[in-house]
């Protein structure tokens, strides 16, 4: 059956007036336009997350470039104090060997000028003096100073 009631088939139809004709086909407009419209809007929405992707990828992209950046100037700071600290690691052992070697020396002399009780030793008499280190004038200076260090001496 249709809308007026008949059923379509093998009866006359019957004909719908001029009006009635004229308030389908604007019905019909009506939805084709509401239609078209509800697309239209759908696209602008769809457009309008596009563009909000399309600007968070920027905005992601900018935020990794700068965190990347960051990493690489962090990574070759930290390459320079681990340089440095190996280089201060082998100067201040340097160091502690000499002071160590002096010290030695020190309470070598100061031990064997306490037992010596007035007497006079010959220096080549001291055993714990390398042999051939007195024989250079430069060592006889420093025997009985103190080592001071400095911090600029390490730069």
């Not at 809007?41 to 457009?47: D, I, T």
């Amino acid at each position: 059956m249709d809308s007026s009631g008949n059923s379509s088939g093998c009866s006359p139809q019957i004909k719908k007036s001029g009006s009635e004709e004229g308030l389908v086909d604007q019905r019909k407009r009506k939805r084709m336009e509401s239609n078209r419209e509800s697309a239209r809007r759908s696209r602008m929405r769809k457009q309008q997350h596009l563009d909000d992707l399309m600007a968070l990828v920027a905005q992601l992209k900018d935020e990794n470039s700068r965190i990347m950046n960051t990493m690489s100037i962090t990574t070759q700071q930290c390459l320079n104090v681990e340089a440095e600290n190996s280089v201060l690691s082998a100067q201040m052992g340097e160091l502690s060997q000499r002071l160590e070697s002096l010290n030695n020396i020190l309470n070598c002399l100061n031990t064997t000028t306490a037992t010596a009780s007035g007497c006079v030793f010959e220096i080549e008499d001291f055993e714990c003096i390398p042999e051939g280190y007195m024989d250079n004038s430069w060592n006889l200076m420093h025997l009985n100073q103190p080592i001071l260090a400095s911090p600029d001496m390490f730069y």
